[in-house]
């Protein structure tokens, strides 16, 4: 399988096994996956309920461990580190993109980004600066001091977004980022991170059921009963039309 | 609404894995920096207002109530040692086995004579202490503790004269008493007459806040009154105060004066007001009960700062969830949920002071003595933090057990 030119794998997952549970109730949720991701590519993970989409994006960042395989991302592999070590490398490798946006909703917009530079130890006017020019980006310039009770469900999600980005992770990981809004601004959203993972020195995987946002991945990985299912890539010459399926 | 992005956002604007460092004029300049973890920590704080006040209301009602038992304590104290701060001695001659200042029992009458031979002891003074009964001019007894000091002394007893004057009690006869007893001792001014042990007494010196901690007054009177009015002999006393000379083997005279006076104890300074307050603060329970009255505001103070910290960090959980996935370290979440509490308190703190500072100029002209000290102060003001501190292991615990991959699920 072929990639754009000037991409390097920027996470590596190999013989990922993810058990849930205590015997007997046990659940074999994830069966030896093996994947990887690309910089300059938005990946979409694609699956029925309960395949194991959201604890491979889980495993993937950082925040569950694997019960067999291994795991590097941006170069550094997460077998032996412990609860502190995994947060480190989220800190400084791993942005994340909740289905609810999870900002604090406290804080004002540009306080949300300057939150997740605050834990890279940037502060003061630099983080300022920062974050307002994430939610510039993101078009939200003139929203930076709103608070999230204030803002549509697109804007929390660009909100979201531009935190996810201010710290300039090289994995952005998304968790059906369009599910809680409309069309327009699911497809906007989305829009949004293709453009996001044009970045050559980021990887975006964004998990999701909506299939009208199949036209902006670079790859479409399908994961059925904790297995992969297949892997396309739509966007190169030659490549067969999107096959959608209902689930 | 619409969330077509920015045509000047487009492509290269979003921002690379580099982050560029140019401002836009219209872009509204960074606030006062505020660190982030105070500033999510007071949000946290004033967003449930309800619930800020009642920790708010908790702790200030914990200061009030510490700092009033405290104060009582303090002032208990400082009425118990108030004669013997007034007069201080290098050394103290007293009965053996005397349970404190205001237990008296006199003295064989030899020892200031004795105390006087010791080389090392520049100058010895009488003090008579001993219960007498009162007769009110209208009718009516009431039990007083006499005092009869010498009228040459570098520290001449009574002090805080308010009317009258010290030199007006060498007159036979003559008693001092606080204002503040008027009503118990059945006095309205200077110059009425009552009656001590039978004896026709008149005052002529009334003094302003020297109340003693038990219920009795002080009646003060010249030494050789009070021996006249107790029944003593001439020679004797209760008490004698012992000045040393410059240099002397502090020691040495102690020993000597114990060797010649075997029926007595040579008490310094500090063992006789430590003696007196522990009798009548711990031997009679008065001060157990004012300590667990301020451990009991302690405990309460904790309570109610646990439970809302607790109630507040289960409101924010998914935030900190959120924070956890975002890659925070425990600390981090850990230094948000002390600033909460350290913020709790120090609000808490400056009101409770308030209104305990408040409480204690109320009770400045009543019977109830409550001290505030700059030490008492700082000392509330630590445990203050402490408690709001302490309180907030519940919350820590519960904090740094979350598992971030429950963001995934909300």
Known sequence: MSHPANSKVILEAEGIVKILGNAPTQVKVLKNIDLQLHTGELTLLMGPSGSGKTTLLSILGCILTPNEGRLSVAGHATANMNAEGLANLRRKHVGFIFQGYNLVPTLTAVENVMLALDLRDQSGPDAYDNAAEALEAVGLGHRINASPSKMSGGEKQRVAIARALAGSPSVILADEPTAALDAENGLAVMDLLSRVAQDTNRAVLAVTHDHRTLKFADRIIRIDDGRIAGSERPKLPGAEPLQVEAH | ?410
């Not at chain 2, 004029?25 to 449930?48: C, E, G, Q, S, T």
């Not at chain 2, 400056?350 to 204690?360: E, H, P, Q």
Request: with cysteine; hydrophobic share 50%; charged share 20%.
């Open chain 2, 1 to 410: 609404m619409d969330l077509a992005v920015n045509s000047s956002a487009q492509g290269a604007a979003l921002p690379a894995s580099r982050p560029t460092k140019t401002r836009p004029a219209n872009r509204p300049r960074a606030p006062r920096r505020i660190p982030m973890v105070a500033k999510l920590a007071y949000r946290n704080l004033f967003h449930d207002r309800l619930s800020f006040i009642v920790t708010i209301v908790g702790i200030v009602f914990s200061v009030v109530l510490v700092a009033i038992q405290s104060g009582i304590y303090l002032g208990s104290e400082k009425k118990i040692a108030a004669i013997l701060d007034q007069a201080p001695a290098d050394y103290w001659i007293v009965p053996l086995g005397t349970k404190s200042f205001d237990d008296p029992s006199p003295l064989s009458g030899r020892e200031r004579h004795m105390a006087l031979s010791v080389p090392g002891v520049a100058h010895v003074e009488d003090m008579v202490v001993s219960f007498a009964r009162w007769r009110k001019p209208a009718g009516g007894t009431n039990t007083v503790l006499l005092i009869g000091s010498e009228a040459v002394s570098d520290r001449p007893l009574p002090w805080n004269i308010a009317d009258g004057s010290r030199g007006a009690l060498n007159a036979p006869t003559t008693v001092a008493i606080d204002k503040s007893y008027f009503p118990d001792l059945g006095i309205t001014a200077v110059k009425d007459q009552a009656e001590i042990n039978g004896v026709n007494v008149e005052i002529a010196a009334v003094t302003r806040k020297i109340r003693s901690f038990t219920t009795l007054p002080f009646v003060f009177t010249n030494i050789e009154e009070a021996r006249r009015l107790t029944g003593i002999g001439q020679n004797q006393a209760t008490y004698e105060r012992v000045l040393l000379s410059d240099g002397a083997d502090r020691d040495a005279v102690r020993n000597e004066i114990l060797r010649r006076l075997p029926d007595t104890e040579v008490l310094t300074q500090t063992e006789f007001v430590k003696r007196s307050q522990a009798y009548w603060l711990f031997q009679t329970g008065a001060g157990a009960a004012l300590i667990a009255g301020a451990v009991l505001g302690l405990i309460v103070g904790i309570v109610i700062v646990a439970q809302t910290l607790y109630s507040s960090t289960k409101d924010h959980i998914n935030e900190f969830a959120t924070l956890r996935a975002l890659g925070a370290g425990a600390g981090y979440i850990v230094k948000v949920i002390l600033m909460q509490a350290v913020l709790s308190g120090l609000i808490g703190y400056a009101l409770g002071i308030l209104l305990a500072m408040g409480v204690i100029a109320a009770a400045e002209d009543t019977k109830l003595t409550v001290v505030m000290t700059p030490q008492l102060a700082g000392a509330l003001f630590a445990i203050t933090i402490g408690m709001c501190v302490f309180a907030a292991i519940s919350a820590i615990i519960k904090v740094v057990r979350i598992d971030p991959a429950v963001v995934f699920s909300r």
